[in-house]
């Protein structure tokens, strides 16, 4: 008796110990979070803190590769090799879900927000957090906004008013409003992605783009476009997105850690993008390559009068109640 019970003893210590032993050596999981913008932007800038904490907070068991700069995928092919598992997280601009889901083209909308504090208030609210919801039939999941900016034009030549920009060709995202939007100015839209458009304004393939202060800074279009117009006409905020078979497939405790990360990265990355909006206009104006024109209160209105009636053609498609709960944003 006194035998079997040493050996059933030794036994337990011998399965204890190898578990142990194969926890310590138990690899890491790899965490590839891909992106399009530079490591210096608000993004950029939130996938480094992202990466920082969860090696300070998840030594050994999670490590963070970032893949910047679109060097893995490009907006296009990433919410695909999301749902694949080629990588983990990804954090594209709210205009590029439109295979996904059909609702956050509300965000394309030209003159929705009046600032980016009435972005946020939409996005904190129950219709905004509800929209985060509706990649989730396809196998995503939407685990927070963030935010870059307000929109800007730049092309070859100086836009004060609508006018000037009709017969342009313009790159835009691949977002349906987004080339409403141009073709009310009756200019040309082109979709095409991110990394291209820095060659196609060099070689005058196209006219403008539009974009935000830090990616028209960070991407040096300000270099090859002679103006641009700081129209603040539109919203370029991102969803981080992971894929449901990736998350609901970690430790509670992994993705609770990870999760707490991801938010406190938002944040940062936020008031990173908050500061760069001005930071990055104050440096395209130093840089003397490029012309800033500031519109008046009439000459803005007049893209306002022009851009608007758009809404009116995405009105059933995302909702007329969300609209209004977009639009009451704009009051605190
Ligand atoms: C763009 O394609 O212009 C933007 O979505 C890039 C980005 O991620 O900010």
Redesign the pocket.
């Known amino acids: 008796m006194k035998i079997k019970m040493s050996v059933l003893a030794l036994a337990t210590a011998a399965v204890f110990a190898l578990s142990s032993l194969s926890s310590a050596f138990a690899e890491p999981i790899k965490l590839k979070f891909s ?3 530079a490591e210096n ?1 608000p ?1 950029g800038q939130m996938a480094t803190k992202f990466k920082d904490l969860v090696a300070e907070r998840l030594k050994g068991k999670v490590v963070v590769e970032i893949y910047p700069n679109g060097q893995l995928f490009g ?1 296009n092919k990433v919410l695909e090799a999301l749902l694949l598992g080629d990588v983990h997280l990804a ?3 709210l ?2 879900f439109k295979k996904y889901t059909k609702k956050l083209q509300i965000f394309d909308l030209p003159f929705l927000f009046n600032d980016m504090a009435a972005a946020e208030r939409f996005q904190q609210s129950e219709a905004g957090q509800s929209l985060l919801k509706t990649v989730e039939k396809k196998g995503l999941i939407g685990l927070g906004y963030m935010h ?1 900016g307000m929109k800007q034009l730049s092309a070859a030549k100086a836009l004060h008013t609508p006018a000037d920009a009709k017969g342009l060709k313009f790159r835009i ?1 691949s977002s349906d409003v987004l080339a409403a939007q141009f073709e009310a100015l009756a200019a040309t839209p082109l979709k095409k ?2 990394s291209e ?1 820095f060659t196609l304004l060099q070689t005058k393939a196209i006219d403008g783009q539009e ?2 202060w830090s ?1 028209i800074h960070s991407k040096k279009f300000y270099e090859v476009q002679d103006n641009i117009t700081s129209s603040d006409h539109g919203l ?1 905020d ?1 969803m981080v997105v992971t894929s449901a078979e990736f998350w609901k497939g970690l430790p509670d405790d992994v993705r609770t850690e990870l999760k707490k990360a991801l938010d406190e990265s938002i944040a940062f990355g936020n008031k990173v993008a908050a500061e760069k909006s001005k930071s990055d206009k104050q440096a395209i104006i130093d840089s003397k390559r490029t012309n800033v024109i500031e519109l008046s209160k009439e000459e803005r209105q007049k893209w306002i009068d022009t851009m608007q009636p758009v809404w009116k053609k995405f009105e059933a498609i995302v909702g007329k109640d969300m609209l209004d709960a977009a639009i009451a944003s704009n009051k605190e």
Request: positive net charge; glycine residues 0%.
């Open positions: 992106h399009v913008v932007t993004k907006d954090s594209p601009s205009s590029k870059n995202m992605p991110y458009v974009n935000t990616n370029l991102y």
